[in-house]
């Protein structure tokens, strides 16, 4: 309030001041007078008013509603950083799930390659053994038949030289030997 005093008292005391030659300082004519008169009743009655005061009111309202808004702002971006760190997490999981799939893929791959792999061999042991044993059985089959054609081919060369060498005594006597043979093996 002395300040205000004083910036009066300095407007007053100005060369601006003058008063109107020929009239009085103290003057409805001194124009400067009167603005000054008009605006010290201007301050006073806001003051009275309490407008400074409201003012500083209105003033402080709107720095608790930034300050809040900065606040809001400080925490919405504190969470943004959390979810941004959380998807950053999460992408990693994701990353290293999928790299262990392929990883396992790779070696079902490797194990399912190897197996099949197994199975062939053993596959085609066993057909090459089935196979062998083909081929010896067709070779005992045909030896048993070169046999059989051979016995075939003896008796009948031995049944054609007997035929030509045998006469009816010599018959009588070997039918006779085969009899008494067959009696005693039998009894």
Do not use: C, W
């Amino acid at each position: 309030m002395m300040l205000r005093l004083a910036a009066i008292a300095m407007l007053l005391a100005s060369p601006a001041l003058a008063a109107v030659e020929g009239k009085p300082f103290f003057s409805l004519y001194n124009t400067d007078l009167i603005v000054l008169a008009a605006f010290t009743v201007f301050i006073g009655i806001l003051i009275y008013a309490k407008v400074p005061g409201k003012l500083g009111d209105l003033l402080d309202q709107r720095s608790a509603t930034i300050k809040a808004e900065l606040e809001e702002a400080r925490r919405l971006r504190e969470e943004a950083l959390e979810l941004h760190a959380s998807f950053e997490r999460k992408q990693a999981e994701v990353k290293a799930e999928a790299a262990r799939i392929v990883e396992k893929a790779k070696a079902d791959a490797q194990l399912a390659a190897e197996q099949t792999k197994a199975e062939i061999e053993a596959s085609i042991t066993r057909r090459l053994k089935a196979a062998e044993d083909q081929i010896a059985s067709a070779e005992a089959g045909a030896i048993r038949q070169v046999r059989d054609k051979a016995t075939e081919v003896a008796i009948a060369a031995a049944g054609t030289v007997i035929a030509k060498n045998m006469d009816d005594a010599r018959s009588d006597a070997l039918i006779a030997d085969a009899i008494k043979a067959v009696n005693e093996r039998l009894h």
